[in-house]
């Protein structure tokens, strides 16, 4: 018999509240096998308090073709950020 | 490192294409999986990330020689744990390969049946428990050589894969110089075992880094492309000058009588391995290839029914929740 187990993604939060963050891949058979494997491959310096496996079928990615038209009109609209706005250091820290 | 003499593979890609793709990596972007590059990359790439993804598991074995023959409980915990790192570090590695377009048990049969290789070092046996100490200091000392720089490399998921391993590396090679320390100090019985396991693990550890620049044909095409990071005789002596004080601090004498200090070249010359020995082991004429290869092939095979019978038992689960909404 012929059946590979799929492939999951890994997103491990560390100890500090910041986002869930993408560590790698692994094959397990089912969600809880590959949650028990995350854990032994992923976390064996106390990387992470909390883990999250999606099977990678299920990620939906752009493509690298479509980067131009998705990022480059965020190029032109300095404005977004504060920096493009002059305040007189009169008006106080803001 | 744990990747010796990858064979470049030729690419015939539209010209221009190629340029696009060359600027990027000489510019130093990084390349991910779904982005266009050149067949020869990917190739050379596949075959260079699964090497040394099987020597990482490879070498798992002369080392879990002596996990049940620790001389301490301590040691024998931090065996057990450099051993499994090693597991990881297999897992890290081949899931960077995957992103190429290979499949991980693709992988592990071109590996089983030979197509694929491991590095030439796992095929020398470990005899007594300094060798323990010689393999974590030399052996991982070599790798983390080719490793820290592999980690600037041009494919995403190779490098990042490096990082952690890098990360994961540095506890390899001082747990092995602190059993060599502990040896050294010991009993003379004890200092001539650590003085046993370096001479016979001395040029086999030099070998790692490959062939000389002069007989090392691959080298160019994966230096531009920013798969190989430095020459294997670049690598090779900066191993030699950093090893040697090493080994003079642990008053083991290095097996070499024509190692001396070079001013001029501000580094040590030394004497070449004999690279007939290289190319024999590398044909899988070593001393324990054969029962290397079997070990894995034999672990796969009784693995068999549990990789099978686990996914049975995960099309069970699913179907009887379907049937249960």
């Known amino acids: 018999m012929k059946h590979e187990w799929p492939l999951w993604e890994v997103f491990i939060r560390g100890q500090h509240g910041l986002n869930h963050r993408h560590v790698g891949s692994l094959h397990a058979p089912d969600a809880e096998m590959a949650l028990k494997i995350a854990r032994d491959v992923y976390t064996r310096r106390n990387e992470g308090v909390s883990i999250w496996v999606v099977e990678a079928a299920h990620i939906t990615a752009s493509s690298p073709s479509g980067k131009g038209p998705l990022y480059e009109p965020s190029e032109s609209k300095v404005y977004r950020h ?7 250091d009169e008006a106080g820290h803001m | 490192m744990y990747a010796q003499m990858v064979t470049s593979e030729a690419t015939q890609d539209d010209p221009e294409k190629l340029a696009v793709f060359q600027a990027r990596i000489d510019a130093g972007e990084k ?8 067949e020869g990359y990917r190739k050379t790439l596949i075959r260079q990330i699964g090497q040394h993804a099987h020597s990482e598991i490879v070498g798992q074995l002369p080392e879990g020689n002596w996990i049940t023959r620790a001389p301490t409980l301590e040691r024998k915990t931090i065996l057990l744990a450099k051993v499994q790192d090693e597991a990881g570090h297999g897992l890290y590695l081949y899931c960077a390969a995957e992103t190429l377009g290979v499949s991980r048990d693709e992988l592990t049969e071109m590996l089983l049946d030979g197509r694929m290789k491991y590095s030439s070092i796992f095929n020398y046996p470990t005899l007594t428990w300094a060798d323990m100490g010689a393999v ?14 592999l ?14 391993i890098c990360k994961e590396e540095s506890f390899h090679q001082r747990q092995g110089y602190h059993i060599m320390m502990k040896m050294a100090q010991g009993t003379p019985a004890q200092k001539k075992m650590a003085q046993d396991a370096l001479n016979r693990f001395w040029y086999p550890s030099l ?14 095409q994966s230096m531009k492309w920013k798969i190989k990071m430095n020459t294997n005789d ?16 642990l008053g083991l004498t290095v097996p070499d009588e024509t190692l001396h200090w070079n001013d001029e070249k501000g580094g040590y010359d030394f004497a070449e391995p004999d690279w007939s020995e290289f190319f024999d082991v ?6 324990c290839n054969t029962e290397r290869l079997a070990a894995r092939n034999k672990a796969w095979d009784d693995g068999a029914w549990v990789r099978e019978g686990l996914m049975a038992h995960a099309e069970k689960k699913r179907t009887a929740k379907l049937a249960a909404e």
């Not at chain 1, 504060?82 to 007189?88: G, K, N, R, S, V």
């Not at chain 2, 390349?31 to 050149?38: H, L, Q, R, S, T």
């Open chain 1, 82 to 88: 504060p920096t493009f706005f002059d305040i007189p």
């Open chain 2, 207 to 220: 070998m790692m880094f490959g062939p000389s620049d002069k007989d090392s044909v691959h080298s160019a």
């Open chain 2, 151 to 164: 980690q600037r490399t041009s494919y995403g998921p190779y490098s990042r894969a490096m990082i952690r």
């Open chain 2, 282 to 287: 590398i044909k899988g004429n070593g001393p």
């Open chain 2, 234 to 249: 670049e690598l090779r002596q900066k191993f030699v000058d950093q090893t040697v004080p090493q080994a003079e601090f």
């Open chain 2, 136 to 149: 974590g200091w030399l052996v991982d000392g070599a790798a983390i050589m080719n490793q820290v720089p």
């Open chain 2, 31 to 38: 390349v991910e999986p779904k982005e266009w590059m050149p």
